[in-house]
């Protein structure tokens, strides 16, 4: 199957020569906020080298907690920022695997390993591995089938021209109960073709921002009909020419999680089932967030979804929650309404 087209090679140019650190960007699309990332992560990043910092080009902090010992990829993982953040809370007995296209962004990845390794006090095998190629086509990297614990992005899936290909493939590595976890670009209308032939607006992770409802279809089309959405941002994009350029579209950033659940229904059902969180999350000692509209409280029984408990119960969470009920009897549809007012800047699949 061949992947590369003039879309990667022109993103290949961006990401490798154009751009030399964040300080080149034109927009604010493709820079997140550090203080998205909490205290934890704070405190790794003190132990990567400047120059993968610099050179960081993420719009949010997916990041998962509780992985200890899984096995995560990093899907366009540029200079290994967000990598080697996994490969410190993986543990020595975890393992993470960078997938990026752009020899420049991977020779700055693999230069600062082992320093990295030695700052995390890893004697044995790195457990990091950063491997050249295509996001849509992650076989060819030697990535089998539900061989992976949690996939996460920061801002590269808008860069695809062939995003139902990555999103079949995150789907076909995962392993069952899987979790992705990713930060990106949406806008809140298609995007009209001619924008993505502009190599800056195309690099810049705006023209190629999946609009959210076609997001919320194609992931239905692959068997995961609800997905969950942590946190949304608005894109000021502040460069008034590019501005012009894209009209009217508004852009977001959105954290977004989904599971490889088989079980995921398209609304949210009521079986009267309840999910007491255990606070057994060294992370999350008091309360564990699923999304803009679950928190768990420690203790505290929360009636949910079908859904929900599936996402709280067959998945990594499952040792965390005690889930009361099953699905044998129902009693309608769950309103599960986040009340977050405008849903299409929240996008959330939930309901
Ligand atoms: C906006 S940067 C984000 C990099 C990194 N995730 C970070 O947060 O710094 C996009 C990265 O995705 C890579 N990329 C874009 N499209 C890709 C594709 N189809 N396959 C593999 N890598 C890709 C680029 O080479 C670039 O390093």
Same mark, same amino acid.
């Given at each position: ?38 205290a934890?992560? %704070?405190?790794?990043?003190?132990q990567?080298? $400047?120059? +993968?910092?610099?050179? *960081?080009?993420?719009? =949010?902090? @997916? ?5 200890e010992?899984?096995t ?6 540029g ?26 962004? %991977?020779?700055?990845a693999?230069?600062?390993? $082992?320093? +990295?390794?030695?700052? *995390?006090?890893?004697? =044995?095998? @790195? ?18 089938d ?55 607006l ?8 999946l ?15 609800d ?15 590019l ?10 950033s ?13 609304i ?24 803009d ?20 119960q ?37 309901c």
């Open positions: 199957m061949k992947i590369q087209s003039n879309e990667h090679e022109a993103l290949k140019e961006y990401y490798g020569r154009t751009l030399t650190g964040t300080k080149d960007l034109k927009t604010n699309a493709c820079c997140s906020n550090p203080g998205m990332a909490p934890s992560v %704070l405190e790794i990043l003190k990567i080298d $400047p120059e +993968i910092l610099d050179r *960081f080009y993420g719009c =949010g902090s @997916p990041i998962p907690t509780t992985v010992g899984c995560v990829l990093d899907l366009g993982c200079t290994g920022r967000d990598t080697y953040i996994l490969s410190s809370l993986v543990g020595e007995n975890g393992f993470v695997i960078g997938v990026d296209m752009t020899d420049e962004q %991977l020779s700055v693999r230069k600062h390993q $082992p320093s +990295i390794m030695k700052n *995390f006090s890893y004697h =044995g095998q @790195p457990n990091v591995d950063f491997r050249t190629g295509y996001i849509e086509n992650l076989q060819s990297l030697g990535i089998e539900e061989s992976i614990d949690v996939v996460i992005s920061n801002c590269v899936i808008n860069l695809s021209p062939r995003k139902e290909d990555v999103f079949k493939e995150i789907f076909r590595v995962l392993k069952p109960g899987g979790e992705l976890l990713f930060s990106d670009v949406f806008a809140s209308q298609r995007i009209p073709g001619i924008l993505r032939d502009d190599p800056v195309l690099g810049e992770c705006l023209s190629g921002a609009y959210i409802e076609d997001f919320r279809r194609l992931l239905n089309k692959l068997g995961c009909p997905y969950r959405l942590l946190s949304a941002s608005p894109i000021t994009i502040a460069n008034p020419e501005e012009k350029q894209i009209g009217g579209i508004r852009f977001h959105l954290t977004v999680r989904a599971f490889k659940l088989k079980n995921l229904e398209d949210c059902e009521d079986y009267g089932q309840v999910a007491v969180y255990k606070g057994t999350m060294r992370e999350h000692p008091h309360d564990f967030q699923l999304d509209h679950h928190r768990f409280i420690r203790g505290k029984p929360m009636l949910v979804c079908g859904n929900t408990a599936a996402m709280v067959d998945t990594r969470y499952g040792c965390h929650f005690t889930v009361h009920g099953n699905r044998d009897v129902h009693y309608g549809p769950f309103d599960c309404d986040p009340g977050l007012g405008d849903s299409s800047s929240a996008g959330g699949g939930c």
